[in-house]
């Protein structure tokens, strides 16, 4: 079994920021993509920031250049800095990750955390 347990959230002002980092443990042999959606009151969950294996990242086109993500593939850890932060930016925000847990496996499985609440008051 994976588990991903995420830390940083919490309570921020509009305009500060909060760093999110998320560990995955567990049966791992390599970790494909990892990333971060997140999901909103009476929203459906979207997509934040993607980042594969060789540190290639996407991110969703409203949040270009106030978040980034980065990840650390010895310690199978991914973190999303967050600045700017806005009251649109209220969600809770889930880490996942896409892995292999033998030699022998073909494909990856998505992995979810269990989620970290972020508020931004205006």
């Known amino acids: 079994q994976v588990q991903l347990v995420e830390s940083g959230g919490g309570l921020v002002q509009a305009g500060g920021s909060l760093r999110l980092s998320c560990a995955a443990s567990?049966?791992?042999?390599?970790?494909?993509?990892m990333g971060w959606y997140r999901q909103a009151p009476g929203k459906e969950r979207e997509s934040v920031a993607i980042?594969?294996?060789?540190?290639?990242?996407n991110y969703a086109d409203s949040l270009k250049g106030r978040f980034t993500i980065s990840r650390d593939n010895a310690k199978n850890t991914v973190s999303l800095q967050m600045n700017s932060l806005k009251p649109e930016d209220t969600a809770v925000y889930y880490c996942?990750?896409?892995?292999?847990?033998?030699?022998?496996?073909?494909?990856?499985?998505?992995?979810w955390g269990q989620g970290t609440q972020v508020t931004v008051s205006s």
């Open positions: 980042i594969t294996n060789g540190g290639g990242a």
């Open positions: 996942a990750a896409d892995v292999r847990t033998s030699l022998m496996s073909t494909t990856s499985r998505r992995y």
């Open positions: 567990g049966s791992i042999f390599r970790i494909d993509a």
